[in-house]
């Protein structure tokens, strides 16, 4: 189950909630229990070495080289910033 970042409209307490994905938009602020609450954009926790270390491709190739066929979702090397 995803873990929301949450505004009250109401009080403006912000909170986390454990929430299915179908049911994003339908939390109450555990505060003073309004359901008029503003989902926030969040960024996941990156841990060194938890993260992949790949990208989704752009299916282009090399200067030079013929394109290879893209056939389902293909991968390839992060480079490092």
Known sequence: ?????????????????????V????????????????????M??????TMPTTVPSTGTSPPGQPAAPVKGRQYRRASPH
Do not use: K, T
């Not at 996941?44 to 070495?49: D, I, L, Q």
């Open 1 to 21: 189950m995803p873990l929301y970042e949450y505004r009250c409209l109401e009080c403006q307490h912000e909170f986390e909630a454990l929430v299915p994905a």
């Open 44 to 49: 996941n926790p990156a841990r060194r070495g």
């Open 23 to 42: 049911r994003a938009d339908q939390a109450a602020c555990p505060e003073c229990g309004v359901e008029d609450v503003l989902r926030l954009l969040s």
